[in-house]
């Protein structure tokens, strides 16, 4: 039996804080030892094509390309309700000025770029890793920058205009939070060993969450220059009762935006998506 669960997540303050009670000893594994990966999360998703982890982090548009080999485990989701990746440029434009334009984007598999195709599916992507959208679009190398991370919060001190937020566009064609990112389990490891590393890691976020001070201050150390408010007032976006079970409404969201890929012709065919009990 596997005893040794390698688990991969992005060097973010709210992956940090989710998974801090797991990376600190403070709930009981049960004989599990679990080694933490920290990349960014189109690595991720592209490790995970190659089924190279038990457990990890992924875009929800990515499962559309796992969901032969991982299921999506009920906890550890990032949901935007009401709020999501955003586009920001240098000056103000209009939705009609993006149609073919230069965005920078953090990955093809990513959920933002699959949220940007459904709000306006004509435009240049230029993947840009996350950390340095920002710098793109005040260069001046690109038209417009897509968000995700911290970003969210910091555009407008660097003098950068919002033009949409995808997560508040999504929640009024649909009423649903915006699904962007979530942990899978792959399919292989049984379901009572995937039973017992579902239950530790809805473990890990209840510990954060009732240990929110201790939990901060760990994610602190991967906030990317964020204040500890600005960095609370992120990881209260992204860990939250969405993070602790998808419910009802989160699985809604995640099959129609995944169905919804499909119908655009972003994703080539429809997904079986698979949660675990």
Same mark, same amino acid.
């Given at each position: 039996?596997?005893?040794?669960?390698?688990?991969?997540?992005?060097?973010?303050?709210?992956?940090?804080?989710?998974?801090?009670a797991?990376?600190?000893?403070?709930?009981?594994?049960?004989?599990?030892?679990?080694?933490?990966?920290?990349?960014?999360?189109?690595?991720?998703?592209?490790?995970?094509?190659?089924?190279?982890?038990?457990?990890?982090?992924?875009?929800?548009?990515?499962? @559309?390309?796992?969901? /032969?080999?991982?299921? $999506?485990?009920?906890? &550890?989701?990032?949901?935007?309700?009401?709020? #999501?990746?955003? +586009?920001?440029?240098?000056?103000?434009?209009?939705k009609?000025?993006?149609?073919?334009?230069?965005?920078?984007?953090?990955?093809?598999?990513?959920?933002?770029?699959?949220a940007l195709?459904?709000?306006?599916?004509?435009?240049?992507?230029?993947?840009?890793p996350?950390?340095?959208?920002?710098?793109?679009?005040? @260069?001046?190398?690109? /038209?417009?920058?897509? $968000?995700?991370?911290? &970003?969210?919060l910091?555009?407008?001190?660097? #003098?950068?205009? +919002?033009?949409?937020?995808?997560?508040?566009?999504?929640?009024?064609?649909?009423?649903?939070?915006?699904?962007?990112?979530?942990?899978?389990?792959r399919?292989?490891?049984?379901?009572?060993?995937?039973?017992?590393?579902?239950?530790?890691?809805?473990?890990s976020?209840?510990?954060?969450?009732?240990?929110?001070? @201790?939990?901060?201050?760990?994610?602190?150390?991967?906030?990317r220059?964020?204040?500890?408010?600005?960095?609370?007032?992120?990881?209260?976006?992204?860990?939250?009762d969405?993070?602790?079970?998808?419910?009802d409404?989160?699985?809604?969201?995640?099959?129609?935006?995944?169905?919804?890929?499909?119908?655009?012709?972003?994703?080539?065919?429809?997904?079986?998506?698979?949660?675990?009990?």
């Amino acid at each position: 039996m596997t005893t040794t669960i390698h688990v991969a997540h992005s060097p973010d303050s709210d992956d940090a804080f989710m998974f801090y009670a797991l990376a600190s000893g403070k709930i009981d594994t049960e004989g599990l030892t679990y080694v933490h990966q920290l990349q960014d999360i189109e690595t991720l998703n592209q490790r995970a094509l190659r089924r190279e982890l038990e457990v990890t982090a992924v875009s929800i548009h990515a499962y @559309a390309y796992l969901a /032969d080999s991982y299921a $999506l485990l009920p906890h &550890g989701a990032s949901m935007g309700d009401r709020y #999501g990746p955003r +586009l920001v440029s240098r000056t103000r434009f209009s939705k009609a000025d993006i149609r073919g334009k230069r965005i920078a984007v953090p990955g093809l598999m990513t959920s933002a770029y699959l949220a940007l195709r459904l709000f306006e599916p004509e435009f240049e992507p230029v993947v840009t890793p996350f950390d340095r959208i920002e710098d793109a679009v005040v @260069a001046g190398d690109v /038209d417009f920058g897509l $968000l995700i991370h911290e &970003g969210q919060l910091t555009y407008g001190d660097r #003098g950068l205009h +919002l033009i949409q937020d995808l997560g508040e566009w999504w929640f009024g064609e649909t009423g649903l939070p915006l699904p962007l990112g979530g942990n899978v389990v792959r399919k292989d490891l049984g379901d009572d060993l995937t039973r017992k590393i579902s239950k530790h890691l809805r473990d890990s976020i209840a510990y954060g969450l009732e240990h929110r001070s @201790a939990a901060l201050d760990h994610s602190m150390q991967y906030a990317r220059g964020l204040d500890r408010s600005k960095a609370d007032a992120f990881v209260g976006m992204y860990v939250n009762d969405w993070t602790l079970d998808y419910g009802d409404a989160g699985r809604r969201a995640v099959r129609q935006f995944l169905q919804r890929g499909f119908e655009a012709g972003v994703i080539a065919k429809p997904v079986a998506i698979e949660f675990v009990d």
